[in-house]
């Protein structure tokens, strides 16, 4: 090149060119060929590459460098060859500009950075899609991960580009950068207690990429779909998206469903109230017609047995029912509620089953179903639920019970 430049010099001078423009005349030719040059090597080097890598890609059975191909981490390696060239050469195509030769290789040794950073950040997102296949890996907070070190790299590349336009060393120009490290650090605060939060929302397990979350103060109740350095996105079970900061997970309470997803059943906690005044006890007869119900006919003959028994031998006097031993409708209708679901097929029998009866209010006697259903999705979750009730308050008047409800405009019809 050197050579070529003096032949090219003399050539213009012997034709009676002046020494500058001659001077400005050589450089554009050599110029405009090095630029010709550094296109070809690219397009040879990038095909060369790319040819050998998707051949290899299509023969092994890992899926990696298929992916390392998608995000084209071979084509930006092609373009580091032409800078390098171009670096080496340009200080003789410049050699009698000295300006332009300085301003020339500092553009280039930028370019050299950024294109650096493009390949770091091709590699990691192919590493992150890579993780992203690995079962064990496909539900951890991947993007925090790579965005951390996207950002050192970042940081890194600035910093070296600054230290090579300022012409400090890049140890001295770090040194120099104490006195604005509390305004970085108060730059960085989000980003800071995201990369925190992430560490601490990996290693105690706290939210998963899939996991069904509850989070009331930002409106969430959905599916996370992604967990990255800033934020976390969960998607509504009515299909919107609420993005939440990642720092949020472990500042604020939420709940995560995971424990419930992976359990025997979820659970049913739903209760009715019965009016106080409907509540008595029951008589010979009301007993003898409740037996005709299968699910609680032995049940109330055991039970009319043992209370006669009782009854009996305490001479206790039946002529009034307040006294001795008696069975209540409400009683019983709790035993036939509680049995009835430790029979219904959707019903998950290992797991608690119970009816209880809760401290009594303005609004009556509230009856609780606590059971859980075999089947976990919300939809099949709901129509079991529907099932169960729908069955129990159509039951109610059986055993001469009423539910609570306000008065309405019917309520006061003559």
Same mark, same amino acid.
């Given at each position: ?14 034709? !009676? ?8 005349l ?18 040879? =080097? +990038? ?33 580091v ?9 340009? #200080? ?5 500009? #000295? ?34 296949t ?11 991960? =790579? ?18 336009v ?7 120009? &770090?040194?120099?950068? !104490?006195?604005?490290?509390a305004?970085?650090? &108060? ?39 992604? =967990? ?16 939440? #900061?990642?720092y ?16 025997? !059943?979820?659970r ?15 008589s ?34 039946k ?5 001795? +031993?008696?069975?209540?409708? &409400? ?23 119970m009816?209880r009866?809760?401290? #009594? ?10 059971a ?16 169960i009730?729908?069955?129990? =308050?159509?039951?109610?008047?059986y ?14 019809n003559?």
């Amino acid at each position: 090149m050197e050579r070529l430049r003096h032949l090219l010099y003399d050539f213009l001078t012997s034709i !009676g060119v002046s020494n500058t423009v001659a001077s400005y005349l050589n450089m554009l030719v050599l110029l405009i060929g090095l630029l010709i040059v550094l296109f070809i090597i690219d397009f040879v =080097i +990038r095909k060369i590459l790319l040819r050998i890598f998707s051949n290899i890609a299509e023969r092994s059975k890992s899926n990696f460098d298929d992916i390392l191909v998608k995000n084209k981490v071979f084509r930006n390696v092609a373009h580091v060859i032409p800078l390098i060239i171009a670096i080496e050469f340009v #200080p003789t195509v410049f050699s009698d500009f #000295p300006y332009w030769e300085y301003v020339i290789e500092v553009i280039l040794l930028i370019s050299g950075i950024v294109l650096t950073l493009w390949v770091v950040r091709s590699f990691l997102n192919s590493l992150k899609d890579y993780f992203k296949t690995l079962p064990r890996l496909k539900d951890k907070p991947i993007d925090s991960y =790579i965005q951390v070190f996207m950002i050192f790299a970042w940081i890194i590349g600035v910093f070296s580009a600054v230290a090579i336009v300022t012409g400090l060393s890049f140890g001295k120009f &770090l040194t120099s950068l !104490g006195a604005v490290s509390a305004i970085i650090i &108060l730059v960085f605060k989000d980003t800071i207690l995201g990369f925190v939060a992430s560490i601490q929302v990996s290693i105690n397990d706290m939210v998963r990429i899939g996991d069904w979350i509850t989070f009331e103060k930002y409106g969430a109740d959905g599916d996370v779909i992604e =967990i990255n350095l800033a934020t976390v996105k969960v998607q509504n079970f009515d299909k919107t998206i609420t993005t939440i #900061p990642t720092y949020a997970l472990i500042s604020d309470s939420f709940k995560n469903w995971r424990g419930m997803m992976t359990s025997g !059943g979820r659970r049913i906690k739903r209760s009715l109230s019965i009016k106080l005044n409907s509540v008595s006890y029951l008589s010979k007869n009301q007993i003898d017609s409740l037996k005709n119900i299968t699910l609680i006919s032995d049940y109330l003959s055991d039970r009319e047995n043992d209370i006669n028994t009782f009854n009996s031998e305490n001479n206790v006097d039946k002529s009034i029912l307040i006294n001795g +031993r008696n069975l209540t409708n &409400l009683g019983v209708f709790r035993k036939y509620i509680e049995t009835y679901i430790e029979n219904h097929s959707a019903i998950n029998k290992e797991m608690t089953i119970m009816v209880r009866q809760l401290a #009594p209010t303005s609004q009556g006697i509230p009856l609780e179903i606590y059971a859980f259903s075999s089947d976990k999705r919300w939809q099949n979750y709901e129509y079991i639920m529907a099932d169960i009730f729908d069955h129990i =308050i159509a039951a109610v008047s059986y055993f001469e019970l009423e539910l609570f409800e306000l008065p309405n405009n019917s309520n006061f019809n003559s």
